[in-house]
């Protein structure tokens, strides 16, 4: 077994790699609403690191900023899709 990794670490490890899945998806499909979806993935994944980060490290000035993003991260999303939908209409 690998010395000094904890479970957390493990699941930080897991997590980066449940990352990748969704930045593929994007990479490789053409529809936009798809790419969109697969990013707002990313953000809310990455926050969640984020969070984890900062609860390995004791570090809650870090824990603040991933929870800022895991709040407003996906805000820009939803008004990018909005304007996408009235441009289609129009």
Do not use: C
């Amino acid at each position: 077994m690998i010395p000094n990794l904890s479970i957390l670490n493990l699941a930080l490890v897991a997590m980066i790699l449940a990352l990748l899945i969704p930045l593929y998806q994007a990479s490789r499909d053409n529809n936009i609403w798809q790419t969109m979806l697969a990013l707002s993935s990313v953000s809310t994944k990455s926050s969640v690191i984020v969070l984890s980060i900062s609860v390995l490290r004791d570090d809650w000035m870090l824990g603040v900023f991933g929870a800022i993003v895991l709040s407003v991260g996906n805000a820009g999303f939803m008004l990018l899709a909005h304007i996408l939908k009235r441009l289609e209409e129009a």
